[in-house]
């Protein structure tokens, strides 16, 4: 593979791609005076992979949350220039949100909790088991509708909280280190089946994390974030072509890649 390399930088990205999310000149400033992020501007192509990479404190999920409405800037405008906007003029965001702790119902099955959402759009009960016994299929839980989180390891929960933040086909996923607590060989194989996803079902993905090499190798797109305040220091395409597989993660290309990510991310966390 020879294609491996990234583009220069950019500060503001010029929107070639279609946009489905445009972040315009957002600050964040929070009650205690904390400024969160500061003027940040990104916009966000449809059916990216995305990762917004940086040091703790950098406003990863601050900038995240806002994307997903749950959150006003302080100043600057989200706005989903595609999107239809309700008559209070609120976009309608379709999007599904995976946190980095899986945030299941305890009291309810797997098969429960990803119904959850359809449930709450007005599914009827039987259309909604079978689209979310569905889901759980395609994230590789067939057998594990009736389990209780209880019963389940970390990287099947985290599957579970896939599957109930795809189950409405959203337009675009947005996901807060979702693998951060599992193991290396569990976060490796999650990384593929998400990726996997993530070329079938053709959403835009936005993926928070620390970790270069989980950027590297999940990304079309990384944008390093530095802190204090938050803010877009570098965005880099990853020419590295999909699908991408453990030949990639122990190719020169993959080695180099990250430790051209490393160098702008120390020097994000430097600056
Ligand atoms: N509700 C809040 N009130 C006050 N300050 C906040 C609040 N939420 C976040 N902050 C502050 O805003 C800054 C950015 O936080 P944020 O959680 O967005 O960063 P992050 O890059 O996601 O960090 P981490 O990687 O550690 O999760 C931090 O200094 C944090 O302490």
């Known amino acids: 593979m020879d294609t491996a390399s990234l583009s220069t930088p950019h500060a503001v990205r010029p929107e070639g791609r279609k946009p ?16 969160a992020v500061r003027d940040v501007n990104l916009s966000l192509g449809e059916g990216e992979f995305v990762s917004l990479l940086g040091p703790s404190g950098c406003g990863k999920s ?17 706005e989903w220039p595609t999107t239809v906007h309700d008559a209070s003029g609120e976009p309608q965001r379709d999007l599904g949100f995976v946190f980095q702790d899986p ?16 449930t709450l759009k007005g599914v009827r009960t039987s259309e909604a088991r079978e689209r979310a016994a569905a889901m759980l299929a395609l994230v590789g839980l067939s057998g594990f509708e009736k389990s209780y989180p209880r019963e389940l390891s970390g990287g099947m929960k985290m599957r579970v909280s896939i599957a109930r933040g795809l189950v409405l086909r959203p337009k675009i996923l947005l996901m807060d280190e979702p693998f951060a607590a599992l193991d290396e060989i569990t976060r490796h194989r999650l990384n593929d089946d998400l990726l996997e996803l993530w070329w079938k079902e053709k959403f835009t993905a936005v993926f928070v994390t620390h970790s270069v090499f989980e950027s590297v190798y999940l990304s079309k797109r990384i944008v390093v974030m530095a802190a204090r305040p938050g803010r877009v220091m570098a965005d880099l395409d990853v020419d590295a072509p999909y699908p991408r597989d453990d030949l990639f993660r122990t190719s020169p290309e993959y080695a180099h890649l990250c430790r051209v990510v490393s160098g702008k991310l120390k020097e994000a966390i430097g600056s």
Not at 62 to 78: E, K, N, V
Not at 103 to 118: E, G, I, Q, R, S
């Open 20 to 35: 489905l999310v445009c972040v315009r000149h957002v600050s964040k400033q929070f009650g205690n005076g904390t400024l």
């Open 62 to 78: 601050t900038l995240l949350r806002m994307i997903a409405g749950l959150g006003a800037p302080s100043s600057g405008t989200i």
């Open 103 to 118: 945030t299941l119902m305890p009291w309810a099955t797997a098969l429960a909790n990803v119904m959850m959402p359809l």
